[in-house]
């Protein structure tokens, strides 16, 4: 369904992403690793057309993506949603507002300025909410929220966008293991259940194996290795990281196992009745 072939991104001498190429099916999930500065964002970004390619192309269902303008770039970049490490939400807007905001790129301009979203919109709204289980959460301002329910949100606005892809850049880097885990238990219920596409990446090498099914190593703008989890040897991580480094993969956890008990208390909702909370 995706295909890169040659992207090459140089911003000034420095080359960021050095000629990627690999094709991702549809309903796959993939994680990206790689050091600090390998262009892991910038090969996202790029994606998502928030910067353009210097060379090559990028494909999605045979739409030649590193050429779209207008009307047709903003359909990709309705269709292709993104998450990022610092959760970017409105901090003074309620929730609710914050999760209607995907819906922008369905509208017309008119109801767009004049704020106005359909009972249908607001109820997906609420839908998207309890299923990231922050529902309780609707009216408060974005910006009162801890970090992990934000990033849940920023899930929930782009959900809201109907995505056919969700890229998620560093999406667990700010958060403490149990909303780690809450957030990549998101993603992952998100890749199985609706069979959206998600490539994310990821700083720690024990998240990328627990959750995807392909990674993606990078190191100094190029590919320099993709395959299973399984086919990730000692090898294939020093060249990743750099051979000179010896990294034992507990440098790079999050230790993401926390008890039962208490992530059932962060998901409970309780006896609660969101519909009501969004005037419906
Ligand atoms: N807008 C920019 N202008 C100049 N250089 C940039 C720009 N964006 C990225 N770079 C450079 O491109 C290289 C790749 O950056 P990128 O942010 O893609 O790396 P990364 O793998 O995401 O790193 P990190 O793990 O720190 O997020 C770096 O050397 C960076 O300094
Ligand atoms: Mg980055």
């Known amino acids: 369904m995706f295909q890169l072939s040659n992207v090459t991104r140089q911003f000034g001498k420095k080359t960021a992403v050095n000629s990627v190429t690999f094709d991702i099916p549809q309903g796959q999930m993939v994680g990206i690793i790689g050091r600090s500065g390998a262009g892991k964002s910038t090969l996202l970004r790029m994606i998502n057309r928030l910067v353009d390619p210097s060379c090559g192309s990028i494909e999605f269902g045979g739409i030649e993506v590193s050429s779209l303008r207008g009307t047709a770039l903003r359909n990709w970049q309705r269709d292709c949603a993104m998450i990022f490490q610092q959760f970017n939400l409105v901090p003074r807007l309620d929730v609710l507002t914050n999760v209607l905001l995907g819906r922008l790129n369905h509208r017309s301009t008119v109801s767009s300025i004049l704020n106005l979203f359909t009972r249908d919109e607001r109820i997906m709204a609420i839908g998207a909410l309890e299923r990231l289980g922050i529902e309780q959460s609707a009216l408060q301002p974005a910006g009162t929220l801890s970090g992990g329910q934000q990033q849940r949100v ?127």
């Not at 190593?217 to 294939?236: I, N, Q, S």
Request: hydrophobic letters at 45%.
């Open 154 to 280: 920023a899930i929930a606005r782009a959900l809201m966008q109907q995505p056919k892809v969700l890229l998620a850049d560093e999406p667990i880097a700010s958060l403490d293991p149990l909303n780690a885990k809450i957030v990549m238990d998101a993603l992952r219920d998100i890749n199985e259940r609706d069979g959206i596409t998600v490539v994310t990446n990821l700083h720690t090498l024990d998240t990328a194996r627990n959750y995807c099914e392909r990674i993606i190593g990078m190191a100094h703008g190029r590919v320099v290795f993709d395959g299973e989890p399984k086919d990730l040897t000692a090898a294939a991580v020093a060249e990743i990281y750099g051979a000179d480094t010896a990294i034992e993969e507990s440098m790079t956890s999050t230790s993401i196992s926390i008890p039962a008990a208490a992530a059932r208390e962060e998901t409970a909702s309780a006896s609660f009745k969101p519909l009501a909370l969004a005037g419906l």
